[in-house]
T-cell receptor
Framework: AQTVTQSQPEMSVQEAETVTLSCTYDTSESDYYLFWYKQPPSRQMILVIRQEAYKQQNATENRFSVNFQKAAKSFSLKISDSQLGDAAMYFCDSDTGFQKLVFGTGTRLLVSP | NAGVTQTPKFQVLKTGQSMTLQCAQDMNHNSMYWYRQDPGMGLRLIYYSASEGTTDKGEVPNGYNVSRLNKREFSLRLESAAPSQTSVYFC????????????FGPGTRLTVT
């Protein structure tokens, strides 16, 4: 069975600093996709970043980047130059296409001025 | 372009009552999903429809039924509501089943008393 674990229920960061959110997963598939979604207080979930497992290069979207370690089944999200608008719940998601989609339990990110 | 819309936004039911949550997307997506979100549990997949005419169970399907009415619409029905179904329900859609970004609706907060 596929599992996704986010071991940090809550993280804090100051504006302009860098923070890393952790995610580990377990799947028997060799080809899969990994996502980070953001859920601000408004509740609407939006995609932050996507990684294809067959690509060795880590995905980057502006201030957001991932550290994808396939052998360790680790997919962490790094947020650089944190902004107040980054405060939200962040969910890690694993999708193989053949097994059911699985989300982690989320990490609440607090950003202080 | 409204994206994914859900109705209603809020609903209170008594135990044993039935109701249908409506979801529609205008992005010509093939795949649609229903999730529930409970505190500390992240998002759990209830049902999904990989393409028009097909539906499959997710992680927590008991107590729910779904209908993929057409390519745009995917409804979730609670036949006999129970307090354990108190939750926030999200509908989502993606271009196709595997590896594509999911677009989420704003959610429905359901309380069963």
């Amino acid at each position: 069975a596929q599992t996704v674990t986010q071991s940090q229920p809550e993280m804090s960061v100051q504006e302009a600093e860098t923070v890393t959110l952790s995610c580990t997963y377990d799947t028997s598939e060799s080809d899969y996709y990994l996502f980070w979604y953001k859920q601000p207080p408004s509740r609407q979930m939006i995609l932050v970043i996507r990684q294809e497992a067959y690509k060795q290069q880590n995905a980057t979207e502006n201030r957001f980047s991932v550290n994808f370690q396939k052998a360790a089944k680790s997919f962490s999200l790094k947020i650089s130059d944190s902004q107040l608008g980054d405060a939200a719940m962040y969910f890690c998601d694993s999708d193989t296409g053949f097994q059911k989609l699985v989300f982690g339990t989320g990490t609440r990110l607090l950003v202080s001025p | 372009n409204a994206g994914v819309t859900q109705t209603p936004k809020f609903q209170v039911l008594k135990t044993g009552q039935s109701m249908t949550l409506q979801c529609a997307q205008d992005m010509n997506h093939n795949s649609m999903y229903w999730y529930r979100q409970d505190p500390g549990m992240g998002l759990r997949l209830i049902y999904y429809s990989a393409s028009e005419g097909t539906t499959d169970k997710g992680e927590v399907p008991n107590g729910y039924n779904v209908s993929r009415l057409n390519k745009r619409e995917f409804s979730l029905r609670l036949e006999s509501a129970a307090p354990s179904q108190t939750s926030v329900y999200f509908c989502a859609s993606s271009l196709d089943r595997a590896g594509y970004e999911q677009y989420f609706g704003p959610g429905t907060r359901l309380t069963v008393t």
